[in-house]
């Protein structure tokens, strides 16, 4: 392993760095990034990913394939202080440094190219070229001129046919937008998907061990490793952002953190928080486990509880100590997936109605199509916290809300917030470096914190 770029004395690090975009969602970003990723891990060297916006599944398995923790960054939800120090710190350990793009590479603001261009990162676009040639490059020259503050260095053509395919697509490209890569049509690399995405990396983890090799010898032949190494480094500034010392304490509180195949949507950037304000975090499966650890709070994150709701239902001994442990007036947070398991019932996509917690007044029932998603803030009573929303259920007989997510731009109510008791529930996956103190607060801290939230300038999603 070569050494990573030291930083100077004025708090910048240095380290190549890609941005790993493409026209549309759909065309082989993470399959890409990650073969990438497992490639340059074989040859020994250090590669730091980060994907774009606010996914759960994509950096599970980007984390397997890199060997390294993954981060979401996004303008928005996290603010230029946050990307900008994870980034830096990245640069400072890394040999190289991967950034997956979301959707299209303009889609959205902030977008994978306002981000790009925020931190001078160059892209390159991977694009599914099934069923065109020359097109191909018509697209490529127009995103390449579409904004003169983004660098795009070149094509990744994937799901290519054949040599001669390769070469009509890479004679009708203009020289500044060169073709980087060729990556045939190929089965044994391609990631399975479900409903809400990628499936998890914990459910197919040798399956994806196999795929990732697939794509690190197809990306080999290409020698697209050996270019990007070789690329000028890009400069990292350091960030100043809350330390340790002046977060908000949450010393001496255990937080009970449900995670297993249903309750997996888990930021371990909010992990990272919870632990530095002091808190001690007990994980356990609602799936398999008979009760809660002993904790001063429980957190009910997201997941797939539709695709295990009959194992849900048949643990009664977890769900008489979920119900005992909010009888107790314990706080509780349930987000999207804990929402639906905290509803009295959850209906599948097979039709299979089973009980849930019955915490909330409600039903849960998936949806086969069309969904929610986008930004929010959560106006939550402790204080506003940055979130977003992905979901394809409804939830019908809730309680009044005690509030509603604040789009970002759009005027019409987001998801709705309930209380009962201690207990906090939404379809809202909130990003707790946001606001630390408001999240403390959510948690049992007692003595009231100023809200520290981070603020950038309001930007439109996909609501």
């Keep these: 392993m070569s050494a990573p770029e030291s930083t100077n004395a004025t708090g910048s690090a240095r380290c190549p760095a890609v941005f790993i975009a493409a026209p549309a969602s759909g065309q082989g970003k993470t399959t890409v990034t990650a073969a990438l990723a497992r490639l340059l891990r074989n040859q020994g060297k250090v590669v730091r990913v980060f994907k774009t916006g606010p996914d759960y599944l994509d950096p599970q398995i980007l984390e397997q394939a890199s060997g390294q923790p993954v981060d979401q960054l996004d303008l928005w939800m996290a603010g230029e202080a946050y990307c900008r120090q994870r980034l830096h710190q990245a640069a400072t350990q890394a040999d190289l440094i ?63 046919g054949s040599q001669r395919h390769r070469e009509l697509i890479e004679q009708a490209l203009p020289d500044s937008v060169p073709m980087l890569a060729c990556v045939a049509r190929n089965a044994e690399m391609t990631l399975p998907e479900r409903h809400l995405g990628l499936v998890q990396a914990a459910e197919i983890r040798d399956d994806l061990e196999t795929r990732f090799d697939a794509g690190a010898r197809a990306l080999e032949a290409e020698g697209l490793a050996a270019y990007l190494l070789a690329q000028p480094p890009v400069h990292f500034d350091a960030a100043v952002i809350d330390d340790e010392e002046s977060l908000p304490s949450l010393l001496g509180c255990t937080i009970a953190v449900a995670r297993d195949a249903a309750f997996s949507f888990l930021y371990q950037a909010n992990l990272d928080l919870l632990e530095a304000m002091g808190a001690e975090l007990r994980f356990f499966s609602p799936l398999a486990d008979p009760a809660v650890p002993v904790s001063d709070a429980l957190w009910l994150p997201g997941g797939y509880p539709e695709l295990h709701g009959g194992q849900l239902a048949t643990n009664q001994a977890m769900a008489a100590s979920i119900r005992a442990f909010h009888e107790a007036g314990k706080p509780i947070l349930a987000e999207c997936g804990g929402l639906l398991y905290c509803l009295q019932s959850l209906t599948d996509y097979d039709g299979q109605t089973h009980p849930m917690l019955g915490l909330l007044p409600g039903d849960g029932w998936m949806r086969s199509r069309r969904g929610c998603q986008g930004m929010q803030t959560a106006d939550l009573p402790e204080g506003p916290v940055r979130a977003h929303a992905h979901h394809r259920s409804i939830a019908e007989g809730t309680p009044e809300p005690i509030a509603f997510g604040r789009r970002q731009r759009h005027p019409a109510p987001g998801e709705a917030i309930f209380r009962q008791r201690q207990l906090t529930a939404t379809y809202l996956h909130l990003f707790f470096p946001n606001n630390p103190a408001a999240i403390a607060r959510l948690f049992g801290a007692e003595a009231p914190q100023p809200a520290t939230v981070v603020e950038t300038e309001e930007c439109q999603g996909c609501n």
Excluded: H, W, Y
Excluded at 146 to 156: A, C, E, Y
């Design 98 to 160: 991967l950034v997956e793009g979301a959707m299209g590479l303009f889609d959205g603001e902030p977008s994978s190219a306002d981000l790009a261009a925020r931190f001078g990162i160059p892209m390159m676009v991977v694009m599914d070229v099934k069923g065109m040639a020359q097109t191909a490059a018509a697209l490529m020259t127009g995103l390449a001129g579409f904004r003169q503050d983004v660098r795009i260095l070149g094509l990744i053509a994937n799901n290519c």
